[in-house]
């Protein structure tokens, strides 16, 4: 989020502590931002399996989305603390029918840990990524914002992949579980020239994986994690295929979020004035996998050291000192009202949506794309992050021309479920609250709702909301509501406990859906969302 937008206790620290504007430049050095304090998480969203990149001044970041489509965002930061989205690498999951919701799902499955990287001696930005332990994918770009077009296909599944462009051009990669191997690119990225395992992980750490590859002062590193509570780093200096000696970076750390996990699996990167950081995410479920930042030094034997506070991974840190930003950032709340020809890339659909049933331009208009009574099954599901630790999402709703069993609504979507919306039976609408949507551990529906409240609702506008307490933990709430005005809102149904698991990896989000029961052909127009924080 812009500073801005920063919790008024964070912006009063900021400016308390440099008795100046923060990111106006310091007197007398006009390249270099006022070195605040920053408080973890950096962001309070959902982004997993991280990958962090410099390229000249920006920052940007990757991070996993499983089954949602566009696949693997892309985050631009120029301070590594205030992130907005910059775009996608992956346009859409044409990986089988199954992430169409066509026949199967893909719940769970897709985007997994990846690997961003940018090669300057052709200016590109590559992605790559292994894809169902089947194939590797490869897609460039000439700017993070697109088009990103596949590259190629590799057979070969490079399991948490990390790219290394090193110093010389070549590609390489590191991958694997436990079994830690090295894979050279040809020179246009397109094929394999060699493989090699370089590291097998002692039972005494049991696994490792998620790699990130780096050349740093003429050596190589595999920067694994011991998921969910560790992180290692490979050296060598002899080159990229080793051999490899071992170190502990950290293991059973506190974290920084009440509740929350260890730090573990991101990456590292420097600053322009050398500064390092390593960007790593904590479990904080059900709001999911949240970014945490800390500074990094090296000893004089080349190992990168965490810096602590408390013996601890701090909860806030002095801001990295780097250039003045060229501009705030976008935050990551506020009001959408969809204008423009395309999404904001804050958006990701649940699976690969239907295009032709949805439109944006003066709002948002959803047609059924799917008969259905399962909202798992339903296609043109579109997501929204929460924001933590607690937010509210609020939608006004034009259902004037839904169909008989119709149901459209707002959802806080995971593998339990829950939402607020309208159906309409028999020629009458009334607006629900339906609890009870779920799933088993191998994501197949076992509840499809049930319904928990309802009220009468006449014209053909409402206004929903939902309200979210990820903060880590059980019997975090969710609550619903709605007004016919848009000013007085009134609470329907009980509140719905959010699961806290892990297994579904991916955190609680804001859903908006359009489905049918009974035929096609019914729409719902979506003038505007906004998303707030207390």
């Known amino acids: 989020m812009s500073w801005l937008h920063q919790p008024r206790t964070r912006r009063n620290a900021l400016t308390a502590a440099t008795g100046l504007v923060v990111g106006a430049a310091l007197p007398g050095t006009a390249a270099a931002a006022v070195a605040a304090q920053y408080t973890n ?44 989205f910059a775009g996608h690498s992956v346009p859409v999951l044409d990986f089988g029918s199954k992430y169409d919701l066509n026949g199967a799902r893909g719940y769970v499955r897709g985007i997994w840990a990846s690997s961003l990287a940018y090669r300057p001696s052709n200016r590109t930005f590559y992605w790559l990524g292994q894809i169902d332990f089947a194939r590797t994918y490869l897609y460039t770009a000439t700017s993070v914002e697109g088009p990103w077009n596949r590259l190629t296909t590799l057979n070969t599944a490079y399991y948490d992949a990390g790219l290394l462009v090193d110093t010389d051009d070549t590609l390489y990669v590191a991958y694997g579980n436990s079994t830690i191997s090295v894979a050279q690119l ?5 094929t394999q020239v060699r493989a090699q395992q370089v590291f097998s992980t002692p039972s005494s ?24 509570n560790g992180q290692y780093i490979l050296k060598s200096t002899s080159g990229p295929f080793g051999p490899y000696t071992l170190r502990q970076v950290l293991l059973d ?42 500074p990094v030094t090296w000893t004089s034997d080349g190992w990168p050291v965490v810096q602590l506070v408390n013996n601890r991974w701090g909860a806030s840190y002095p801001g990295p000192v780097v250039p003045t930003p060229p501009r705030q950032v976008t935050p990551m709340i506020g009001v959408d009202t969809f204008d423009g020809t395309t999404l904001k890339p804050k958006w990701e659909w649940n699976h690969n949506p239907d295009n032709t049933k949805w439109s944006v331009g003066n709002g948002l208009t959803l047609r059924t794309a799917t008969v259905t009574n399962d909202l798992y099954w339903a296609r043109n599901t579109l997501t929204h992050r ?22 459209a609504g707002l959802a806080l979507l995971r593998d339990s479920s829950a939402w607020i919306g309208v159906r309409r039976d028999g020629g009458a609408n009334r607006v629900v609250m339906v609890n009870g949507l779920t799933m088993d551990g191998s994501w197949n529906t076992t509840g499809t709702g049930y319904e928990a409240a309802s009220a009468g609702v006449s014209g053909g506008r409402v206004w929903l909301r939902a309200t979210a307490d990820i903060r880590p933990g ?31 990896f991916m ?18 127009h979506i003038a505007r969302f906004e998303l707030s924080t207390p």
């Open 41 to 84: 998480p950096v962001l309070w969203q959902d982004f997993a399996d991280i990958d962090i990149i410099r390229v000249g001044d920006t920052y940007y970041y990757s991070a996993s989305t499983m089954h949602y489509s566009p696949g693997a965002p892309i985050l631009r930061s120029y301070d590594l603390v205030n992130w907005e």
């Open 186 to 190: 040809s020179a246009d990225g397109r």
């Open 205 to 228: 750490i049991g696994t490792l994986e998620g790699s990130r590859f780096y050349r740093i002062n003429g050596n190589h590193y595999i920067f694994l994690t011991r998921p969910a």
């Open 253 to 294: 750390l506190p974290g920084p979020i009440s509740g929350g996990g260890v730090p573990h699996q991101g990456g590292l990167v420097q600053t322009q004035n050398g500064a390092w950081y390593y960007l790593a995410f904590v479990d904080a479920f059900p709001g999911g996998r949240v970014p945490v930042l800390a």
């Open 386 to 407: 929460i924001q933590g630790p607690t937010s509210t999402a609020t939608v006004q709703l034009d259902f004037s021309a839904m169909r008989d069993g119709d149901r």
């Open 474 to 504: 059980s019997s975090r709430p969710g609550t619903f509501s709605y007004s016919t005005d848009g000013v007085n809102f009134v609470r329907l149904g009980p509140a719905f406990t959010m699961g806290n698991s892990w297994q579904f």
């Open 507 to 524: 955190g609680y989000r804001f859903a908006l859906f359009n489905h049918a029961t009974q035929a096609l052909g019914g729409s719902v």
